[in-house]
């Protein structure tokens, strides 16, 4: 056990340190892509996204994997009258061997130490997040859910959903949200019901059911462990958030083409935009909850109403250019 940590601990270490020019390039191979798909359909944009979130997490696993395998290098004896002639080029290359190496060699289980402190906190996180789904599945139903319960069947009916999912009324969250994969649940804020009108309330329903539709919480699990793994590279959350903005944009298009009404939706989502910056005191959702009022509104709701319209993106393509000459730069150096 001790002699695959001492092996263990190093290769780690590189492979942390290598994912970081790694991870820049497929940042910029992925803004690459994202770009010449910004007039695409969502799905298209979502799928870079997704292959490029799983590219960082095979590469550094597939680096450590062969560091691990690679036997070590034989020690090579030279003979005596060879060491003789070689020795003037022994000192030149003594001399001008650079430290930082040797350093940096030796600061690896600091890294690795480091790293596991980071990767151990965010999955305390989502063990959190799992704990608060299962205790949101657990609550009792009050008597006002029952009737919510039969729209919400409804709803889930006519997404061709077979499994039951189940509804509760809260006050804890400042948007509807929907968690679970086996045993779905969606979570409906209970001052919602106060301001918002049934067919609004619906519309915000079918977007949760359309999560649900497309397993969109087994993609979000995964992606936070992804997360919580590579956390110290900008690139990971980076591609996490246009994932999450993806998704967003493609359960509208699924709830609008199941319900026939998109600009329903995007009252909805525009009600429960002015709803939730009335009520931000609110605690915010568990990374693996999907919530209504995630990703883009504005642009959400324009792509609603006017489906041709061109996403509005934040650049990212400069810093992610900027990243990778600096992480090439130290790797080459």
């Known amino acids: 056990m001790t002699e695959f940590l001492v092996q263990l601990v190093p290769a780690l270490g590189r492979a942390l340190l290598h994912f970081l020019w790694q991870g820049a390039l497929i940042g910029l191979l992925a803004a690459f892509a994202l770009g010449l798909l910004r007039d695409a359909r969502p799905h298209a944009r979502y799928a870079v996204a997704c292959g490029a979130m799983l590219s960082c997490a095979l590469i550094p696993a597939a680096y450590l994997i062969a560091q691990m395998w690679t036997p070590a290098t034989a020690a090579v004896v030279v003979p005596a009258h060879d060491a003789v002639r070689i020795t003037g080029f022994a000192i030149v290359a003594k001399d001008f061997a650079p430290d930082w190496t040797s350093r940096l060699d030796a600061a690896l289980p600091t890294i690795v130490l480091l790293w596991a402190a980071g990767a151990g906190a965010l999955s305390l996180r989502m063990g959190a997040g799992l704990l608060w789904i299962q205790r949101l599945r657990a609550t009792p139903q009050a008597p006002v859910q029952r009737e919510w319960q039969r729209r919400l069947d409804a709803l889930a009916h006519r997404f061709g959903l077979g499994r039951e999912v189940a509804l509760r009324i809260g006050g804890a969250v400042s948007s509807p949200v929907s968690a679970g994969w086996w045993r779905p649940v969606v979570l409906l804020p209970a001052g919602l019901l ?47 958030r246009r994932i999450r903005d993806e998704r967003e944009h493609i359960a509208d298009r699924l709830a609008a083409e199941t319900t026939r009404q998109p600009r329903r939706l995007a009252l909805a989502l525009s009600e429960l935009a002015e709803w939730s910056c009335s009520h931000s005191a609110l605690p915010s959702t568990p990374a693996l909850a999907q919530a209504a009022h995630g990703g883009h509104l504005m642009s959400r709701i324009e792509q609603l109403v006017r489906p041709g319209a061109r996403p509005v993106r934040g650049g990212v393509a400069l810093p992610l250019v900027g990243v990778a000459i600096a992480c090439f730069a130290f790797y080459a150096h």
């Open 194 to 240: 106060a301001r918002m009108p049934t067919d609004l309330i619906e519309a915000l329903l079918a977007h949760e059911l359309a999560h649900i539709r497309r397993h969109d919480y087994l993609v979000n699990l995964l992606q936070n462990l992804v997360e919580a793994l590579l956390f110290y590279h900008p690139v990971t959350w980076w591609l996490s």
